[in-house]
């Protein structure tokens, strides 16, 4: 009787060894397929977003084509505004030695407020710098 047992020990060892080997197998195939699957969708998708941007980059390349065509438009500039010239600078500040308001100096030498305010904020920053 043992004589019967080690050849039926030995090929039911090696059926399970087959099945076993059998089972990894498929294992991996399955595993290398879904891999193949993910990069196969990767890969579409790297086509579609490379095909949208060809045709943005051609849509671009002919709005700029047409642009080069048109001729330059003119900005016309309106007439130049009048400057914070010296004498209207030393008028400023000789009317706020007096304790006049910005107020009553923007109107009196017809400029903005914020220009007299800026004046005196940049003549307060160097008289304190001396």
């Known amino acids: 009787m043992s004589t019967l047992f080690f050849p039926f020990l030995l090929s039911s060892a090696m059926a399970f060894g087959a099945i076993v080997l059998s089972c990894f197998t498929l294992l991996h195939a399955r595993s290398v397929a879904r891999s193949a699957k993910k990069t196969a969708a990767a890969q579409k998708h790297?086509?579609?977003?490379?095909?949208t941007m060809a045709q943005r980059l051609n849509a671009l390349a002919s709005?700029?084509?047409q642009l080069r065509h048109q001729p330059p438009s003119v900005v016309l500039a309106?007439?130049?505004?009048?400057?914070?010239?010296l004498s209207k600078r030393t008028q400023a500040l000789r009317m706020h030695r007096r304790g006049d308001s910005t107020e009553q100096i923007a109107s009196a030498l017809e400029i903005p407020r914020q220009e007299v305010d800026l004046l005196l904020k940049v003549h307060r920053i160097v008289i304190s710098n001396l």
């Not at 790297?46 to 095909?51: Q, R, T, V």
């Open 78 to 85: 309106g007439p130049p505004k009048p400057g914070f010239n």
């Open 46 to 51: 790297a086509e579609n977003l490379l095909e």
């Open 63 to 65: 709005d700029l084509e």
